[in-house]
């Protein structure tokens, strides 16, 4: 367990993020990691409670048991998420059973130790009693269906910001991506007429209930009010008098037992700034806040932003702004979030005119359908990443196993690389598929061209400068930038000074993978701005933990290093079969002189050093990912970058092995 770190475990997950320092700390004392081996039962339905859980590592299967010994599976539990909680906070029994799918890391805080923490941190209290509203607990309504509801509202503090169409394609794409149900609540001010009926081809005289306290509709009876439709996402109307204050008891009331039914509640909010619409917001797990990037739309979405959190103490990371670009934008992104003083979640692009509002079915390809897609995967708790692994030539497997996804239509939601796997993370992000990469890789002809990369200089910071290597990523990237990418880009180098990981994600891009690419000793750091970076692989030569920063629970790992018996075959091997002797430069012969000096020479003793630290450090981060691709590459050598269609088999044989288990992960 010592590659665990209690500290930045707790940083990570978002329950504990938002703490201070010593507030974590109090965690951190009254907290354990355990393991949890494959098929192990965590606790079982109706056991008393006797601890909080949150998965680390692995995963977790929550499901019921009827009179017949029958499972139901409820929910696949992933990195972040933490159960145990309803119990502890009422006292029950358990009404669901945990276990462990593989072999799996928890953070566990025993019953004693949570209250205590409860009583010295009152704000994760909370934040913690929310979640009663999203997991059912009342076993009376009717049998246990859904372990756990996301209340989602959609707002605006204007008008035509596209806000209905934005919550119908949310709710069509997180019922498509997640598999799981949904329903919109069409919530207005009464005697207005809603649209979203016409949108979802409703006709006939459908009924809307009256949320004010006159009214004879009882919340009880909510479901003679659903409509459903062809498109298998559900809708109830609701109506409410601005001055009626019970409007918003009788909405809770009707959302407590919706959650008992529907895994996700898309609340469309009429665009009015009234309390009875902000107690709403201050009920939901997430508020979704539509502005487009015109300067006074901007104010507008600012000074509610700012209300939010002054007037209702609305945490930043419920906020969640998304720039409609239906308005042409007049400033940049970082003059946007300059002057909303709050992150930007997602950009929606403008819609071509279709004559349809529900994008997913009529363009499923326009750049619309795809933004609202990613926004409902990672809302949905779906997001698929790649990580790609350091290892020279190595890398080229990367390659293979990118044919796979690609024949396969695995879905991959954000990609990171270090080092050579950042050079090949980097093209496939800008839409280069896997053929024409491996096309790239015939530049490397032969043995002779890997010294194409070497420009000797003085070892004062590097024997290598990097400016033909600099050459080679301009020639493939251009001026392409992290804004030029077709999904969230993630590259990993390492700080000289600071001595710490930098995960690099705005700028050129043949900037950040060069940098990224800077072997310590080998290559001369590359200044980025006031940086000195280096090779990210020294710091995270599988860079798993940067796409779980950025919301990613499914991660599929590419780890090409091999093992450190295979490390030690191939350097034996490589001294007595690399042909060096026809490389010449000025007259000065460099293979002969590396070839003489090759077991004391420098070069070698860096380049196999670094693999080997590299292969145990990756072989621990690989523990992050759900899946670990780990090519077989007997018999093949760091430096043979002639030979990239051969590792690219290997890499593609690797990925078929573990496809089944890829497909499984992905669907759960």
Known sequence: MEYINKNNILKELSLFSGLTTQERAIVRERSSVVEYQKGRVIYKEASSPDAFYC???????????????????LEYLHRGKYFGIISLLTGDPHSVSAEAMNDSVLLVIKKDDFDFILRRIPSLAIDLSQTLSRRLKNKDIHSKTIFESTV??????????????????????????????????????????????RRLEIGGDYPIFNLSSDSKDAPESIKDFLLHNRFGVDLIRLSYEETDESCVKRLMAILSLLVNDYHYLVLDLPSFMDRSVFDILNQSDIINILSSPDPVDLKRTHNLIRRLKSEFSFPQNKIKIIINEYKLAKLS???????????????????????????????????????????????????????????????????????????EEIPVDAISGSSIGAVIAGLWAIGKPSKEILEITKEFSGPKHIWGFVDLTLPFLGFIKG???????????????????KCPLKIVASDVRRRESRVIEKGL???AIMA????????????????????????????????????????????????????LEGYEKMKEEINMDNIRKNGFSLARYIKKKFKNNILGFIFGSIEMLQSEVAKKEGQLADIVIHPDTHGLHWLELHR?????????????????????????
């Not at 990239?644 to 759960?668: W, Y």
């Open 516 to 567: 990224s690419c800077a072997m310590p000793g080998v290559f001369m750091p590359f200044k980025l701005k006031e940086e000195m970076l280096f090779d990210g692989g020294v710091v995270n030569p599988l860079p798993t933990e940067v796409l779980f920063k950025i919301g990613v629970k499914k991660i599929i790992a590419v780890n090409v290093t091999p093992s450190r018996e295979d490390i």
């Open 644 to 668: 990239a269609e051969d590792f690219a088999k290997r890499g593609e044989e690797e990925a078929r092995k573990n496809l089944s288990r890829i497909i499984q992960v992905i669907n759960e």
């Open 152 to 197: 989602i509202s959609v707002f605006s503090s204007y008008s035509q910001a596209g806000k209905t169409v934005y919550a119908l394609n949310l709710a069509f794409n997180l019922s498509k991506e997640t598999h799981k149900s949904v329903v919109i609540l069409d919530i207005f001010l009464k005697d207005r007429l809603p649209s979203l009926p």
């Open 509 to 511: 891009l043949a900037d």
């Open 333 to 407: 992104y970082d003059e946007q979030v300059a002057m909303l003083e709050h992150p930007i979640f997602a950009t929606l692009p403008k819609i071509d005119f279709t004559g349809a509002d529900i994008m997913i079915l009529a363009s499923p390809d326009s750049e619309y359908a795809r933004a609202v897609r990613r926004i409902a995967r990672q809302m949905g708790d779906c997001l698929v990443g790649l990580a790609l692994g350091v290892g020279f030539a190595y890398g080229f497997c990367h390659i293979g196993v990118l044919k796979v996804i690609e024949e």
């Open 55 to 73: 998965l680390v590592m692995g995963r977790v299967m929550i499901y019921t048991t009827d009179s017949c010994g029958e499972k139901t599976i």
């Open 467 to 485: 400016n033909k290597l600099y050459s080679f990523l301009k020639k493939h990237f251009g001026d392409k930038t992290f804004y030029d990418v």
